[in-house]
């Protein structure tokens, strides 16, 4: 697989695997299959895996650790922090917030470490902004890691400009990692200027709109009860319904080039910039090869801009966060 530039430290693969679903938020699933999909990606010249401490919540960096220790030299590790992780008396765990203060970005540091089982992190995100604490001390904390060894790079996670500005002039941030796909484009304009303007890659996180761009899901009930999509307002019955027409021509288009709509999806979103990686997640191993196989798609760029053009955000039903996750997730 080609490879592509994050910031001026890190060179990772053009795709790379967003480890989530794998422990949180779909479902989850068997830890043996999950090592397998991991074990699979890097044959397949997959070198750029996420996480973070709040998939699970923990059980996410253990598992990418232990499945990637015998390739540790070969991979890109990236991991979050900046989420308050309640644990009660019974040992259950429960998000609350944000918690972004220097204190905090050290202790989940230094606990992101021990799970994954590495002596340094190669990117460390914030992972969504803090309003009660300044940026610069947030990176000054992240950049302190850096100086002492225990992260090579650093990146934020859904961040305006001002915000990108202001932290890259602490320290150097290498990514940015925000939603962005055909049916979510807000980092467009400003937000992706401002990247490469400083020199920050980007990153994606669903690329394939949480799985409904892949054509594959046609109704709320066919996720599993405790899946985070069901809180998803574009998730609803009836906001699906309303989209269907739309992922129907997706579909189409696709199928005019022999390829899957996940495909086509994925090979917009890489022919949007070559400093664009976007990390598609992906439990079982066809969907993941499926993925991979979008690196080496070629698009025209009437291709890029017809697609766009058909399917813009504007023209999707629903929100793309529920009430909970859009209040820690502040206005860019």
């Known amino acids: 697989m080609k490879a592509r530039q994050l910031g001026p430290h890190l060179t990772v693969s053009a795709i790379g695997l967003g480890c989530m679903g794998m422990s949180h938020a779909y479902g989850g699933q068997d830890e043996q299959a999950s090592i397998r999909t991991l074990h699979r990606a890097v044959e397949l010249g997959v070198t750029f895996f996420d996480t973070a401490e709040v998939y699970g919540p923990f059980e996410n960096e253990i598992l990418v650790g232990k499945a990637l220790r015998p390739y540790r030299d070969k991979v890109v590790i990236a991991t979050k922090f900046g989420f308050r992780i309640d644990t009660s008396a019974r040992g259950a765990t429960a998000m609350s917030g944000v918690d972004s203060r220097p204190e905090h970005v050290r202790a989940v540091a230094e606990a992101s470490l021990k799970r994954l089982g590495v002596d340094v992190i190669d990117l460390l995100y914030q992972h969504r902004v ?95 009860a405790d899946d985070f999509r069901r809180t998803i307002p574009r998730f609803s019955e009836e906001n699906m319904a309303a989209n269907a027409a739309l992922i129907q021509l997706l579909g189409e288009m696709a199928a005019d080039k022999g390829i899957t709509a996940a495909q086509l999806a994925l090979a917009w979103v890489l022919h949007r910039g070559d400093d664009i990686v976007p990390i598609p997640g992906a439990r079982k191993i066809p969907h993941l090869e499926q993925n991979v196989a979008a690196a080496g798609i070629t698009l025209t760029l009437q291709e890029v801009q017809e697609l766009g053009d058909l399917l813009t955000p504007e023209k999707f039903a629903g929100a793309r966060y529920g009430q909970q996750a859009a209040a820690w997730t502040p206005p860019r």
């Open 130 to 224: 803090d309003p009660a604490v300044p940026i610069e001390d947030t990176v000054g904390a992240m950049a302190d890691l850096v100086k002492e060894g225990k992260v090579r790079a650093l990146g934020l996670s859904e961040a305006g400009a001002d915000i990108i500005r202001r932290a890259h002039a602490v320290h150097p941030i290498s990514a940015l990692q925000s939603e962005y796909s055909l049916w979510t484009r807000d980092p467009e304009g400003e937000i992706l200027d401002t990247c490469r303007e400083l020199g920050i890659g980007f990153v994606p996180f669903s690329p394939l709109g949480r799985g409904f761009l892949t054509g594959t899901i046609q109704n709320p009930d066919e996720l599993a």
